[in-house]
């Protein structure tokens, strides 16, 4: 036992701490003026929902947004609007959040899982292709840790089989595409901000869309089936109340003037700690080609290679990490076909058919990053300085010697 490592009692590698959320008296003053002016909801009180979702269409260059609760919420609203029916199939990624998966199952269809690309992390073209059925309706495309998803062969995918894509950019605010901002390439971009995310406001999501029919349904369904132009007490779709407060849209309006600059931090750092890691023995950062003109870096991964760490196991190695005061983690514990939902088939749903059958799927790129492979470091260490970089890869550099001694 190496008595220097911080997980034995030795001193940190990094003392500083690392805050999320990052605000000022801006945003204590922006709540506190709506909660004195009373009108706290939407859309009856006030129109600051309003203002924060044009602002962020103009962001991302989309022509509407809508808020919701959550960004799960919105995965649902998304795949409701591009007219999924019971028993669809839904093309998921197996290595991202729950929600990405159980929102489908919410819809009365069925997730498909098909594997990532083992450079990227990201939902691989030819596995979706492969996966299609004359069931399938849309592809659920994930910008895994803010890093873009292959979009150009993804969307020619889609086309040529009349199929939605509907972007799951949880991860992905700010980030880009040969230019273009995440979510707004597909049919719909959905987001969140929970308290984790690039831009929160501790809870709440938005989908962002270019096409009139999916806006005019998305916002029906997030105002408990109201419409435009319809009366209060009329309903027209199976919607709920998915509004999110005044409190939150101005956080988020706040939250949002920070976002760029704090993105452009956190891809300057990730770029530098990509050079930094190059020389390290062991440790791969994911790949990330020309069309990535900018990685938001919700996660900043690494592959691990244990040989190279004396047969340490990536668990114990990530503990130690995280010991030595990098915000890291070791990631999913699983791909999302092995989680109880999917293989005791909890589903609730009568929709689902008998065949939808988890037991057997195997996604063997997804499967090794959760075992041996994925090291996460958090988005709020990549707003450090540079020497903060060079002080994450001295970390793994004094684990490395530990180990090997
Ligand atoms: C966080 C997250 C969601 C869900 O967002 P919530 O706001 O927590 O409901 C969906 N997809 C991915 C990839 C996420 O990381």
Same mark, same amino acid.
């Given at each position: ?84 029916? /019971? ?48 069931? =399938? ?71 962002? =869309? ?24 009329? $309903? ?8 999110? =407060? ?16 704090? =993105? ?33 870096? $919700? ?27 990098? /915000? ?35 996604? /063997? ?14 988005? $709020? ?25």
């Amino acid at each position: 036992m190496d008595r220097n490592l911080a997980i034995n009692g030795g001193a940190k590698t990094i003392t500083k701490s690392f805050n999320w959320p990052v605000y000022d008296q801006n945003e204590v003053d922006a709540v506190a003026a709506i909660v004195q002016s009373g009108k706290w909801g939407n859309p009856d009180c006030g129109d600051e929902v309003a203002k924060f979702e044009k602002a962020f269409a103009d962001y991302c260059g989309s022509k509407y947004a809508i808020t919701c609760v959550n960004g799960s919420v919105s995965l649902r609203l998304a795949l409701i609007a591009c007219g999924v029916k /019971p028993g669809d199939e839904v093309i998921v990624p197996p290595y991202t959040f729950i929600t990405t998966a159980s929102s489908v199952i919410e819809c009365n269809c069925v997730p498909v899982f098909v594997d990532i690309d083992p450079d990227t992390y990201n939902i691989s073209p030819a596995a979706i292709e492969a996966a299609i059925t004359d069931r =399938t309706k849309v592809i659920v495309p994930v910008h895994f840790g803010g890093l873009a998803c292959d979009m150009d062969a993804i969307m020619d995918i889609a086309r040529r089989h009349g199929l939605k894509v509907v972007e799951d950019a949880a991860h992905g605010h700010g980030a880009e595409y040969k230019g273009k901002k995440l979510g707004s390439i597909g049919d719909v971009g959905s987001f969140s901000f929970q308290s984790s995310k690039n831009l929160t406001s501790g809870e709440g999501g938005i989908v962002i =869309t270019d096409d009139d029919e999916l806006y005019a349904m998305m916002r029906s369904l997030r105002n408990v089936g109201r419409i435009e132009g319809g009366q209060w007490y009329d $309903h027209y779709n199976p919607g709920c109340n998915y509004r999110i =407060t005044q409190m939150q849209a101005v956080l988020l309006s706040e939250q949002l003037k920070r976002l760029e600059a704090q =993105t452009c931090k956190r891809n300057e750092n990730g770029l530098y700690l990509n050079q930094l890691l190059a020389e390290v023995e062991g440790i791969t950062p994911l790949s990330r080609g020309e069309e990535i003109t900018r990685h938001c870096y $919700h996660i900043y991964i690494f592959k691990y290679d244990a040989s190279k760490f004396g047969g340490l196991p990536k668990n114990t190695f990530a503990e130690m990490l995280a010991a030595e005061g990098v /915000p890291s983690f070791k990631g999913y514990p699983h791909p999302l076909y092995k989680q109880p939902l999917f293989q005791k088939k909890n589903f609730m749903c009568y929709a689902i058919p008998e065949t939808a059958d988890y037991s057997e799927v195997c996604c /063997p790129v997804a499967e090794q990053a959760c075992n041996t492979d994925a090291v996460w470091i958090l988005q $709020h260490a990549m707003l450090g300085e540079k020497k903060d970089m060079e002080l994450f890869v001295e970390a793994i550099l004094k684990i490395q010697a530990a180990v090997n001694a």
